[in-house]
């Protein structure tokens, strides 16, 4: 396939926005050292902006190119379900009656555990709720972990090697451990029903794997911080009246119908807004809802949709140019550069492709998964919501990469070499 001239100006948008994306730490510093363009520093430093910046940056080459009915019609044929119900779930996730829910689940199972509660419960947080991902979905994992993990270790950890360790294998963790079932991790639900993939092969062919790498991951991390987790004191907040029975239930049934309809926008976000209305109502059994830092995540992940629309003629050809063996490392390096729901959907396009190649292009882009912020759907949900505990309320993407790098090594091994 020949590209066009937007084919090549959208790659070096895309590879742009990539160099943008690990140079927003260097923005935010100047953000902080300059304070006459302190503004605009601040927004070239928000790593939520980044392709959505850049994806409007096309736009404007496509309506200058090709003109005006080209570029709206470019954005009207885009898809994006992923970034609606990734703001979505964010929000109804991040609601007082289910952290409330969701914290009590983990404190119960922790005092089942025996080994100091901190660490029963950091535990839990990095291995239990990630595989809970593959049945509540892993944008609604990430949000329940990095809240929890935020308000009641982050705030206190100190270390930031150890700050950026949790954060890399909480991002490998909700990757990989997504994969139990066939529709909660995005680069497994954009080819299960092409594929054919139920419940039973998932857990056969990926489940049991991802399952062990996710506990290994956990239990390394707490070997080698355990003295900086044991400095930690997890406080059970008594002054927060507890959420009524009833309301709970109602916001899991909220939950669970977006879940269900996660293919349908038109009704998840029906749900949704009959969701606003019932928060509204008992506005005293809520926090306040993430609704900007939601929206800035849907953003971001709309414009990785339209960005990554233009990036099919370099991609699919290099991912079938491999085999099987050789797809899997192919398919994890190329993941941390774009998205890996991107990265499977461009696989099942392709005809005639063995099975054994289907599951390793699968296994590789969930594997690399944690690598970088844009690498899976989840990360920038877990970036917007644990930031602020970091220098200058900024995530270095280089100490992200470093973070995850063990983690991936030891998901490498669980699909590759077990």
Same mark, same amino acid.
């Given at each position: 396939?020949?590209?066009?001239?937007?084919?090549?100006?959208?790659?070096?948008?895309?590879?742009?926005?990539?160099?943008?994306?690990?140079?927003?730490?260097?923005?935010?510093?100047?953000?902080?050292?300059?304070?006459?363009?302190?503004?605009?520093?601040?927004?070239?430093?928000?790593?939520?902006?980044?392709?959505?910046?850049?994806?409007?940056?096309?736009?404007?080459?496509?309506?200058?190119?090709?003109?005006?009915?080209?570029?709206?019609?470019?954005?009207?044929?885009?898809?994006?379900?992923?970034?609606?119900?990734?703001?979505?779930?964010?929000?109804?996730?991040?609601?007082?009656?289910?952290?409330?829910?969701?914290?009590?689940?983990?404190?119960?199972?922790?005092?089942?555990?025996?080994?100091?509660?901190?660490?029963?419960?950091?535990?839990?947080?990095?291995?239990?709720?990630?595989?809970?991902?593959?049945?509540?979905?892993?944008?609604?994992?990430?949000?329940?972990?990095?809240?929890?993990?935020?308000?009641?270790?982050?705030?206190?950890?100190?270390?930031?090697?150890?700050?950026?360790?949790?954060?890399?294998?909480?991002?490998?963790?909700?990757?990989?451990?997504?994969?139990?079932?066939?529709?909660?991790?995005?680069?497994?639900?954009?080819?299960?029903?092409?594929?054919?993939?139920?419940?039973?092969?998932?857990?056969?062919?990926?489940?049991?794997?991802?399952?062990?790498?996710?506990?290994?991951?956990?239990?390394?991390?707490?070997?080698?911080?355990?003295?900086?987790?044991?400095?930690?004191?997890?406080?059970?907040?008594?002054?927060?009246?507890?959420?009524?029975?009833?309301?709970?239930?109602?916001?899991?049934?909220?939950?669970?119908?977006?879940?269900?309809?996660?293919?349908?926008?038109?009704?998840?976000?029906?749900?949704?807004?009959?969701?606003?209305?019932?928060?509204?109502?008992?506005?005293?059994?809520?926090?306040?809802?993430?609704?900007?830092?939601?929206? *800035?995540?849907?953003? $971001?992940?709309?414009?990785? +949709?339209?960005?990554? %629309?233009?990036?099919?003629?370099? =991609?699919? @050809? !290099? /991912?079938?140019?491999?085999?099987?063996?050789?797809?899997?490392?192919?398919?994890?390096?190329?993941?941390?550069?774009?998205?890996?729901?991107?990265?499977?959907?461009?696989?099942?396009?392709?005809?005639?492709?063995?099975?054994?190649?289907?599951?390793?292009?699968?296994?590789?882009?969930?594997?690399?998964?944690?690598?970088?912020?844009?690498?899976?759907?989840?990360?920038?949900?877990?970036?917007?919501? *644990?930031?602020?505990? $970091?220098?200058?309320?900024? +995530?270095?993407?280089? %100490?992200?990469?470093?973070?995850? =790098?063990? @983690? !991936? /090594?030891?998901?490498?091994?669980?699909?590759?070499?077990?």
């Amino acid at each position: 396939m020949n590209p066009t001239t937007i084919n090549i100006i959208g790659a070096s948008l895309f590879a742009i926005a990539i160099l943008h994306t690990f140079s927003t730490k260097y923005f935010e510093h100047l953000a902080h050292t300059n304070k006459k363009f302190s503004g605009l520093l601040h927004l070239l430093g928000e790593v939520e902006i980044v392709f959505g910046f850049w994806a409007m940056v096309l736009i404007l080459f496509m309506f200058g190119i090709q003109g005006k009915e080209a570029a709206i019609e470019y954005v009207d044929t885009r898809n994006y379900t992923e970034p609606m119900f990734v703001f979505v779930i964010m929000v109804i996730a991040a609601t007082r009656p289910i952290l409330q829910l969701s914290q009590n689940l983990v404190l119960g199972i922790a005092r089942l555990v025996p080994v100091k509660k901190e660490v029963a419960i950091f535990f839990l947080l990095l291995s239990f709720v990630p595989l809970l991902g593959s049945f509540i979905t892993e944008p609604a994992a990430m949000t329940l972990a990095a809240l929890l993990l935020g308000k009641n270790y982050f705030k206190q950890i100190k270390d930031t090697k150890f700050k950026y360790a949790t954060l890399g294998i909480l991002f490998v963790n909700i990757s990989i451990g997504g994969t139990l079932t066939p529709y909660a991790a995005p680069p497994v639900l954009m080819v299960s029903s092409t594929w054919n993939w139920d419940l039973a092969f998932m857990l056969s062919h990926f489940g049991w794997r991802s399952s062990l790498a996710v506990v290994v991951n956990t239990i390394l991390l707490i070997s080698i911080f355990k003295p900086h987790l044991n400095q930690i004191e997890f406080k059970e907040n008594t002054n927060e009246k507890p959420v009524p029975v009833a309301i709970i239930i109602v916001h899991l049934l909220f939950l669970l119908g977006v879940v269900v309809f996660a293919h349908h926008p038109a009704m998840f976000m029906s749900l949704f807004l009959f969701f606003l209305g019932f928060t509204t109502a008992y506005k005293h059994h809520q926090n306040n809802l993430i609704l900007k830092e939601a929206l *800035l995540v849907g953003f $971001f992940l709309a414009g990785l +949709v339209v960005l990554g %629309g233009v990036q099919q003629w370099w =991609l699919q @050809p !290099t /991912l079938v140019s491999m085999n099987s063996d050789v797809v899997f490392f192919g398919a994890t390096a190329l993941t941390a550069f774009t998205d890996n729901a991107a990265l499977t959907y461009l696989g099942s396009l392709v005809e005639g492709l063995s099975d054994e190649f289907k599951v390793s292009l699968v296994e590789g882009a969930v594997t690399g998964g944690g690598l970088t912020v844009i690498a899976n759907a989840p990360n920038p949900a877990g970036i917007s919501i *644990l930031k602020e505990y $970091f220098h200058e309320k900024s +995530v270095s993407p280089m %100490g992200l990469l470093l973070g995850a =790098l063990a @983690p !991936t /090594l030891v998901a490498i091994i669980a699909f590759r070499f077990i």
